[in-house]
Nanobody, 122 residues
C-alpha cells in the first residue's frame, strides 16, 4: 500500500518561499519518477513538477523558474522548493508517482496522501 506524507506548507506573503517535503513508502522509490501536484479551490488537480529516477526534471510553465524539485533516494523523500510565490500558487500540494517519461498529459495515480496546504496572502 502506497503511503505519502507531505509536509512544509503554511501561510506566506507574496514573494516569499516555502520548502515542501514528502516521504513515500510502499513503492520502490528509487526507480519511480515522482511529482508534485496541486489543487486549488474549485480547480482540477494539476501536475507542476516532476523528477525522474535519473534526476531529470520538468516543470509546468506556471512554476518554471520559481520552483525546484529534488529527491533523496536514501530517505525516500521528494522535495519542492518554491520561491517568489504568488496568490495563484495557493493550493493543497500533493506528491505522488509520475510518468517515467515525465509527460504531463497522463492519468494520475489513484492513491493520494493528505497533502499540505500552501496559502499565499498578504
Amino acid at each position: 500500500q502506497v503511503q505519502l506524507v507531505e509536509s512544509g506548507g503554511g501561510l506566506v506573503q507574496p514573494g516569499g518561499s516555502l520548502r515542501l517535503s514528502c516521504v513515500a513508502s510502499g513503492i520502490v522509490f528509487n526507480i519511480n519518477a515522482m511529482g508534485w501536484y496541486r489543487q486549488a479551490p474549485g480547480k482540477q488537480r494539476e501536475l507542476v513538477a516532476q523528477i525522474s529516477s535519473g534526476l531529470t526534471t520538468r516543470y509546468a510553465d506556471s512554476v518554471k523558474g520559481r520552483f525546484a524539485i529534488s529527491r533523496d533516494n536514501a530517505k525516500n523523500t521528494v522535495n519542492l522548493q518554491m520561491n517568489n510565490l504568488s496568490p495563484q500558487d495557493t493550493a493543497v500540494y500533493f506528491c505522488n508517482q509520475a510518468d517515467p517519461m515525465l509527460r504531463f498529459e497522463v492519468s494520475y495515480p489513484p492513491e493520494w496522501g493528505q497533502g499540505t496546504q500552501v496559502t499565499v496572502s498578504s
